[in-house]
């Protein structure tokens, strides 16, 4: 059997994507339009949310800063994030001059620790912003505890639309959600974020943001906007949305079939009720079987990945002391990931799995 080289990730696009982006083309108008705001009412409907209430911006980055400056905070305000996550967290606080304070994560789900959470709550704590880590949902239910002490949860859904909590979808539950549509997330435009929530104000203010000339009064705004174009692909993207989910699903069972029997250990959800969207399969082994499993699958044809290196881990672009952030040093020792997107094809993933079996 010919293998050809095996990416850790691709986009799943189609004809229906090249289509659309042609017609938009063809249409002469390019530019935020009419696209960006059935993109914007097609992400409420699938997310069960009021109409016009998502605004779409140009990245997931630009999204979580737009959600930090229209809660008004005051100055030196800390907001509590993790240390295994990307660092578009930290960069959108700095942007929006506040304070990170930085907490470690649960072994588990990979997901912020609510109980370490706990004892890092201060006088200036003004947000908690929340990831769903790889698409497996944290039961944020446990935050709104916060939110009655007038804490802000912002639900970072980068990687996570789809997954869901209980009946509900994350990024419904937090006064605000983002949602990231980047050439490698679950659903891609190329680029493009989106700002998500039930609170009107807030929407409104962040589109104000997003609309930064053209209005009568003055104050800071900032072109945020994203194209038809993208807006265009992002609807056929979420049309398909069901067999993503499916098709990763199918491919996450397989694997964890194949980890019984290794008795490998790999990234899940807390409860029942929580469903991950299966955004990545992350594996969790001693550093050298890591190593190796890395070179074997390589030697091989077939790229994985380490998700969150360690010096990726905020608390070590800060300088904090390592001893605070256990759990996520040993994640950024121990973890892999490994394909399983849509656009993998059955002979390819057929193949990772033989090669899993044999190993």
């Not at 990979?110 to 908690?128: C, E, H, P, Y």
């Not at 916060?146 to 539950?173: H, P, Q, R, S, V």
């Not at 203010?205 to 900032?222: L, N, S």
Request: with cysteine.
């Amino acid at each position: 059997m010919q293998i050809s080289n095996i990416a850790h990730n691709k986009p799943f696009l189609g004809l229906e994507e090249a289509n659309i982006a042609s017609s938009v083309i063809e249409s002469g108008w390019l530019a935020q339009g009419i696209k960006t705001k059935e993109f914007e009412n097609a992400i409420c409907a699938y997310l069960n949310i009021a109409s016009n209430h998502a605004v779409a911006v140009s990245n997931g980055t630009s999204a979580l800063y737009i959600s930090l400056q229209i809660l008004n905070l005051p100055k030196n305000s800390e907001v509590i994030i993790p240390t295994y996550v990307c660092s578009s967290l930290l960069n959108a606080i700095y942007m929006a001059d506040l304070i990170p304070v930085v907490v470690d994560v649960n072994p588990i789900d990979f997901n912020i620790d609510i109980n370490i959470v706990d004892a890092k709550i201060t006088s200036k704590t003004r947000v908690i912003i929340i990831p769903h880590t790889y698409g497996v949902p944290l039961d944020i239910k446990a935050f709104s505890k916060y939110k009655l002490n007038g804490i802000f949860i912002i639900e970072d859904c980068a990687t996570a639309i789809g997954a869901k909590i209980g009946d509900y979808y994350a990024g419904t539950f937090g006064d605000i959600a983002i949602f990231s549509f980047y050439a490698s997330k679950f659903l891609t435009c190329g680029n493009g974020g989106m700002v998500v929530s039930n609170n009107i104000e807030l929407i409104n203010k962040a589109r104000d943001y997003r609309e930064f000339d053209g209005v009568d009064t003055y104050h800071k705004r900032f072109n945020f906007k994203i194209t038809d174009i993208q807006a265009a692909i992002g609807i056929e993207q979420l049309k398909k949305i069901d067999g993503f989910l499916i098709r990763r699903k199918n491919f996450a069972k397989q694997y964890s079939d194949v980890c019984k029997i290794k008795g490998w250990d790999y990234q899940t959800t807390l409860g029942v009720e929580l469903l991950a969207n299966n955004y990545r399969f992350v594996l969790k082994l001693e550093k050298k079987e890591r190593e190796n499993l890395k070179q074997y699958l390589n030697k091989n044809k077939v790229c994985s990945i380490v998700p969150t290196e360690n010096f990726e881990l905020l608390h070590n672009y800060l300088k904090l002391d390592k001893c605070d952030y256990q759990v996520a040093e040993t994640l950024a020792e121990s973890t892999l990931s490994i394909p399983i997107y849509p656009a993998l094809k059955d002979i390819e993933f057929n193949y990772i799995i033989r090669l899993l079996k044999k190993y």
